[in-house]
């Protein structure tokens, strides 16, 4: 005796070598036996052979055709398979027609729900329709998979991929074909996602590459503004007209002119300085549509040959100190004797007529230390600068910082014109950069001050043991040399310093400050802005990496100087660029190294750097 059963959805065949009432000893085709229950068992037969009966089965059953089989049955009813057997081939069914037919139903669950054994139920009309069109679509969906990968493989784009591309760049939705079909190729040519696409003409430019993952992460709507509203700047008709010569000084890139400068003369050898900063905050009501924008980027974004602006261009040209016009201003003035100390401050809100935008470019070659040596600034405002010079180091040397090392440092300026990449160098402590550090250290620390001073909550920068820290307490700053410092000569660009001149035009306005050290605006405001700023950092440093390999590939630079900072760490001559150097031998920091640059990747901003030689100085 041979049974036909099912085991574990699987339909099987045995000799039977033991009837127990409730359970069979069997006998497998391949000779391995097994014990299974009686409740198992679909059919008994004697002849065939199990190997023949299984192939008679089989073949029968795939010329069956499930949707004529489920048009024979009653859709609401439950039926018995060699019930359906009998039906189908007109005549109680051999065991090898009943068991084709348990197969087939088995084989299509679209068609067919089973409900016990040997016990089925035709799918409803409606569910068999949809099943149907479910199968047909993942048909197709295979079948453009597979030409999709096709495609790829040759490195060509598929065409749907168009509008999908930037999900499949920086947010893939792993369900979809054109990821599976991606990834499949990916795994077949060893190459990573975005080589394989730039190897398709999907990144025509490695710069909006970078530049557009930024932007579909922290500006998902996009950089645009909303238009103006009538009437939505709207500043005091009451603000009184300064009587000083004011002028600024700046990169020439610069468009948001936070803050100028006046140079007046008082009484036996003193003089009068004036720290003039734009203040948007007159202008925009908390709360305001504009307020919420400004809330919401918290910074400008800078990159080499762009930006991000935290206001609009209409609210920038309103309160930017451009040359020549009459601006609402925050001043502060210091009334300093002739040995350039200060005995005396007072801060004010005002208009300030800006008489020039003076540009670090065209006044370099002016102001700087050999100038500065001989004693004669020849410049319109050289005497202005030579006294702001003067109280500059007077500042510098009263903080403790004569002889700071980051004098020394030297910071990059990346220019971009037309895909075209210059990097120049200019070092941390001129006398132009000292001018304006000195004075926005001195104005913020002071203002800081003020606030503190007078119960008004406000936002600190504190550093301690090397850490910096922000909250809403002032403490001292010890890299500065200053006992508090706050953030607020650049409201046009940095939400914090918008907050700080908030508080600070409230308190010498007489009115009631916005915030309190208890408002949890306040709070919120300070820690997503420490998060944004530190974002757009890394960003700004990412592109600056960028266009430094620009820069090596433009000038065709295979071999340059570096220096070692240490171990194997290197940074290269004439680029704010470090990198590691496995070939390196064992030398101190400092020492100047020739190296050969290689393979430079600017979707992964990577390349090879090899030690060629010690250079001797």
């Known amino acids: 005796m041979n049974v036909f059963y099912e085991e574990e959805g699987t339909f099987k065949v045995g000799a039977v070598l033991a009837d127990n009432t409730t359970s069979l000893q069997v006998e497998a085709p391949h000779g391995k036996r097994a014990k299974i229950k009686a409740a198992s068992v679909l059919l008994r037969f004697n002849a065939p052979s199990l190997s023949e009966f299984m192939d008679l089965a089989q073949k029968t059953a795939e010329d069956l055709d499930p949707n004529f089989l489920w048009e024979c049955c009653e859709s609401e009813a439950e039926f018995a398979s060699d019930a359906l057997a009998a039906d189908y081939f007109g005549h109680a069914a051999t065991p090898e027609e009943a068991a084709a037919v348990l197969i087939r139903l088995h084989s299509a669950p679209m068609y067919f729900y089973k409900k016990g054994r040997g016990r089925y139920k035709a799918a409803p009309p409606k569910a068999l329709e949809a099943a149907l069109a479910s199968q047909e ?59 394989l696409l730039e190897k398709c003409g999907a990144i025509p430019s490695t710069h909006d590459f970078h530049l557009n993952r930024f932007l579909l992460e922290h500006f998902p709507e996009g950089t645009g503004f909303a238009a103006l509203s009538e009437g939505e700047l709207s500043d005091p008709a009451d603000l009184p007209i300064a009587d000083v010569t004011a002028f600024s000084i700046d990169d020439v890139t610069t468009t948001e002119i936070d803050d100028a400068f006046s140079v007046t003369p008082l009484t036996l050898g003193s003089f009068r300085i004036g720290i003039h900063i734009a203040v948007p905050t007159l202008g925009i009501r908390p709360g305001s549509p504009l307020d919420t924008v400004a809330a919401q980027r918290l910074s400008t974004v800078y990159l080499p040959g762009s930006k991000i602006t935290m206001l609009p261009e209409p609210v920038i040209q309103h309160y930017t100190l451009c040359e020549r016009r009459l601006r609402p201003a925050l001043s502060m003035y210091l009334d300093v004797a002739d040995d350039f100390t200060v005995f005396a401050t007072t801060s004010r809100v005002e208009q300030v007529r800006i008489a020039a935008n003076l540009r670090h470019d065209t006044l370099e070659e002016h102001f700087n230390e050999s100038t500065l040596a001989r004693g004669i600034v020849d410049h319109p405002f050289g005497q202005e600068l030579l006294t702001l010079w003067n109280f500059a180091c007077k500042a510098e040397a009263l903080r403790g910082k004569t002889n700071d090392s980051n004098n020394d440092r030297i910071d990059y300026c990346f220019s971009v014109v037309d895909d075209h990449i210059s990097i120049s160098q200019r070092r941390r402590g001129s006398p132009i950069d000292k001018v304006v550090s000195e004075l926005m250290i001195y104005v913020n620390a002071e203002w800081g001050k003020q606030l503190a001073d007078n119960g008004v909550a406000g936002i600190y920068r504190s550093q301690g043991g090397g ?151």
């Not at 784009?157 to 947010?171: D, K, M, Q």
């Not at 939400?495 to 916005?514: C, K, M, S, W």
């Open 467 to 617: 850490k910096v820290r922000i909250s809403t307490s002032p403490a001292p700053h010890q890299g500065l040399g200053v006992s508090q410092y706050a953030w607020i000569s650049s409201p046009m660009r940095r939400y914090v310093d918008f907050i700080n001149q908030r508080q600070l035009v409230a308190l010498l306005r007489g009115e009631t400050p916005p915030y309190t050290r208890e408002s949890e605006s306040l709070h919120i405001f300070m820690r997503s802005f420490e998060a944004a700023y530190e974002v757009y950092g890394d960003f700004q440093r990412s592109m600056e990496r960028y266009w430094c390999l620009r820069w090596l590939l433009q000038e065709n630079v295979t071999t340059t100087g570096a220096q070692v900072l240490k171990e194997n760490l290197v940074k290269l001559d004439c680029l704010p660029l470090v990198a590691r150097v496995a070939s390196l031998p064992e030398m101190p920091p400092e020492t100047n190294i020739e190296v050969e640059i290689s393979n430079i990747d600017l979707l992964e901003l990577t390349f090879n750097v090899k030690f060629l030689r010690k250079v001797q100085t």
């Open 137 to 195: 679509k993942k048909r197709r969906q295979a079948e453009q998979q597979a030409r999709y990968m096709q495609l790829l493989s040759e490195f060509i784009l598929p065409e749907e991929f168009a509008s999908s591309l930037s999900s499949l760049l920086y947010r893939p939705d792993k369900n979809t074909i054109e990821w599976k079909a991606l990834e499949a190729a990916c795994s077949a040519s060893k190459l990573s996602v975005f080589r």
